[in-house]
């Protein structure tokens, strides 16, 4: 081969070297970019849920709250009282009770 020849290789090859080097780094940014995004949306959905578990507890403790009155009503007089009036018809000792004609 002549020294035209070998230096026209060399600069093919080279050439070829570099399109390479381009081509592969290319790839790794489109490969980190397409993570990067799938990372984005994952984290938006995990925020997402986040709120809404969020909100989930606040229900839930607002209704611990009412459930703990709830309880804490059942076990006083005038709900003892209230019952025996509305299940079972009963009045006090001191009461008169009016019914009227339909």
């Not at 970019?33 to 709120?51: F, V």
């Not at 989930?56 to 076990?75: F, G, N």
């Not at 006083?76 to 009227?100: C, H, N, S, W």
């Amino acid at each position: 081969m002549t020294k035209t020849r070998r230096n026209r290789m060399r600069k093919i090859r080279s050439r070829l070297g570099i399109y390479a080097i381009a081509a592969v780094a290319l790839l790794l940014v489109l490969v980190l970019g397409i993570q990067t995004l799938k990372m984005k949306q994952m984290e938006k959905s995990y925020q997402d849920q986040q709120a809404r578990l969020e909100r989930e507890i606040a229900q839930e403790e607002a209704k611990k709250l009412t459930l703990e009155d709830q309880r804490i009503y059942t076990q006083t007089k005038q709900y003892i009282e209230e019952q025996a009036r509305l299940k079972f018809g009963l009045v006090m000792p001191d009461e008169i009770l009016l019914k009227g004609t339909e």
